[in-house]
């Protein structure tokens, strides 16, 4: 117990010492359209948010099949277009986490990036939503830019 008050106590100081994670933001408009959902056609659509303050201090990087597609900060999201089929995205921090989904085109998938205490650094899980929650979740961010050009789409 009194561990995790001195792991809460040293996340906050981290925080307040380096101020929150920077990360590549999307214009307002942008991600005003993003929060349309508007589906695609011949892709799906995938949502990775990150709704909490918890860890504000960290990044974390977001890979779909190896590949890295940005970096989360609190409260925000990308969207991506991903081709169908199957695919692990993983979230990296002490302890990386992997959820495998097979995607279907013309379907949008919300996937929750949970951050938790870690012993030296925030850890991390993915969890597939539904659609009322993660919408929900969604509107509470910001979008993001992705650094996989191939996985941007285009403002709905």
């Given at each position: 117990m009194k561990f995790s008050y001195l792991a809460a106590a040293a996340i906050a100081v981290a925080c307040l010492v380096s101020g929150c994670a920077s990360v590549n933001k999307a214009s307002d408009s942008a991600s005003a359209q993003a929060k349309t959902f508007t589906p695609v056609t011949d892709k799906a659509v995938v949502?990775?948010?990150?709704?909490?303050?918890?860890?504000?201090?960290?990044?974390?990087?977001?890979?779909?099949?190896?590949?890295?597609?940005?970096?989360?900060?609190?409260?925000?999201?990308?969207?991506?277009?991903?081709?169908?089929?199957?695919?692990?995205?993983?979230?990296?921090?002490?302890?990386?986490?992997?959820?495998?989904?097979?995607?279907?085109?013309?379907?949008?998938?919300?996937?929750?990036?949970?951050?938790?205490?870690?012993?030296?650094?925030?850890?991390?899980?993915?969890?597939?939503?539904?659609?009322?929650?993660?919408?929900?979740g969604v509107r509470e961010c910001d979008l993001l830019e992705t650094s996989a050009p191939a996985m941007r789409l285009a403002s709905p």
């Amino acid at each position: 117990m009194k561990f995790s008050y001195l792991a809460a106590a040293a996340i906050a100081v981290a925080c307040l010492v380096s101020g929150c994670a920077s990360v590549n933001k999307a214009s307002d408009s942008a991600s005003a359209q993003a929060k349309t959902f508007t589906p695609v056609t011949d892709k799906a659509v995938v949502y990775i948010y990150r709704n909490e303050i918890l860890g504000a201090a960290i990044k974390m990087p977001v890979n779909v099949d190896g590949m890295l597609v940005g970096e989360t900060g609190p409260k925000s999201f990308l969207r991506l277009g991903v081709a169908p089929g199957k695919h692990t995205i993983s979230s990296l921090a002490e302890k990386n986490a992997d959820l495998n989904i097979d995607l279907e085109a013309g379907h949008t998938y919300y996937v929750w990036q949970e951050v938790k205490m870690g012993l030296m650094s925030a850890r991390t899980q993915l969890h597939l939503m539904t659609p009322t929650e993660g919408q929900k979740g969604v509107r509470e961010c910001d979008l993001l830019e992705t650094s996989a050009p191939a996985m941007r789409l285009a403002s709905p």
